[in-house]
């Protein structure tokens, strides 16, 4: 049976590194074809090579979207706002990072990514390696995709933090327990609260790694006991004011 389905995928990959190939551009990023032909399963299209690159390199997508948005900086006169009425194109919760290039009111058209701003090449990269000017149908890049993923759900990635972090819980300085959870070091009601003029790409940083840490659950449950204490205080004092 193993036998059978390593056959199988032995022929699978034969067809599909053709295809690739045969779809390859003559320009292609080095790093993403290295990765693609060492895959169990050879992606058979260069974009599924592209966005499976990305899917794997969470922690570089993060910081190139960051780098990219720093280029961008933010629209003249956008500022991080909540949706209040219920019609609003503005987002919800300040759980969700702030994409200005997301907003209707400065979304800057195709061609360009709705995450950092900037232009989208060939293929959903973010270099013209081509030369061949944006692609006016793409409006996320690859790397976007994968670092707005992270950014909105850091939990998929515990697997990864736990690496990164030695298996050391970053509150107790504990080993790492299976039930740890991932958390925001500054808490993003605070961010909001407290840091919400802060220039737009920095801002960014508060979903990103930076602020990213795993911690045992029972150092969760403490920081969000204070947490929620300090959130209480604060209402108290917009209450006063
Ligand atoms: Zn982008």
Same mark, same amino acid.
């Given at each position: 049976?193993?036998?059978? &389905?390593?056959?199988? $995928?032995?022929?699978?990959?034969?067809?599909?590194?053709?295809?690739?190939?045969?779809?390859?551009?003559?320009?292609?990023? +080095?790093?993403?074809? &290295?990765?693609? =032909?060492?895959?169990?399963?050879?992606?058979?299209?260069? $974009?599924?090579?592209?966005?499976?690159?990305?899917?794997?390199?969470?922690?570089?997508?993060?910081?190139?979207?960051?780098?990219?948005?720093?280029?961008?900086?933010?629209?003249?006169?956008?500022?991080?706002?909540?949706?209040?009425?219920?019609?609003?194109?503005?987002?919800?919760? !300040? $759980?969700?990072?702030?994409?200005?290039?997301?907003?209707?009111? !400065?979304?800057?058209?195709?061609?360009?990514?709705?995450?950092?701003?900037?232009?989208?090449?060939?293929?959903?990269?973010?270099?013209? %390696?081509?030369?061949?000017?944006?692609?006016?149908?793409?409006?996320?890049?690859?790397?976007?995709?994968?670092?707005?993923? !992270?950014?909105?759900?850091?939990?998929?990635?515990?697997?990864?933090?736990?690496?990164?972090?030695?298996?050391?819980?970053?509150?107790?300085?504990?080993?790492?327990?299976? &039930?740890?959870?991932?958390?925001?070091?500054?808490? =993003?009601?605070?961010? !909001?609260?407290?840091?919400?003029?802060?220039?737009?790409?920095?801002? %960014? +940083?508060?979903?990103?790694?930076?602020? %990213?840490?795993?911690?045992?659950?029972?150092?969760?449950?403490?920081?969000?006991?204070?947490?929620?204490?300090?959130?209480?205080?604060?209402?108290?004092?917009?209450?006063?004011?």
């Amino acid at each position: 049976m193993a036998l059978k &389905t390593s056959a199988w $995928r032995a022929e699978r990959n034969r067809k599909a590194l053709a295809r690739l190939m045969k779809a390859l551009p003559a320009i292609f990023p +080095g790093p993403v074809l &290295t990765y693609a =032909l060492r895959r169990p399963f050879i992606p058979p299209m260069p $974009r599924l090579a592209v966005d499976g690159y990305w899917r794997q390199h969470p922690i570089r997508a993060d910081r190139l979207a960051r780098a990219l948005a720093a280029k961008s900086g933010a629209p003249a006169g956008w500022t991080w706002r909540l949706a209040e009425g219920r019609a609003s194109d503005l987002p919800r919760s !300040f $759980r969700q990072p702030p994409a200005p290039y997301r907003e209707p009111a !400065f979304a800057r058209g195709g061609g360009h990514c709705c995450v950092c701003g900037q232009p989208v090449y060939r293929l959903g990269w973010h270099v013209d %390696l081509w030369d061949a000017g944006p692609n006016q149908k793409a409006s996320w890049h690859a790397a976007c995709v994968t670092a707005w993923n !992270f950014w909105s759900a850091p939990s998929d990635h515990v697997r990864l933090l736990r690496r990164l972090q030695e298996r050391r819980c970053r509150e107790s300085g504990k080993r790492l327990l299976k &039930t740890a959870e991932v958390d925001h070091r500054l808490p =993003l009601f605070q961010v !909001f609260k407290e840091h919400r003029e802060l220039p737009w790409p920095q801002l %960014l +940083g508060y979903w990103g790694l930076p602020n %990213l840490q795993l911690i045992n659950r029972d150092a969760h449950v403490a920081k969000c006991a204070a947490e929620a204490g300090y959130r209480k205080e604060a209402r108290a004092e917009d209450v006063a004011a």
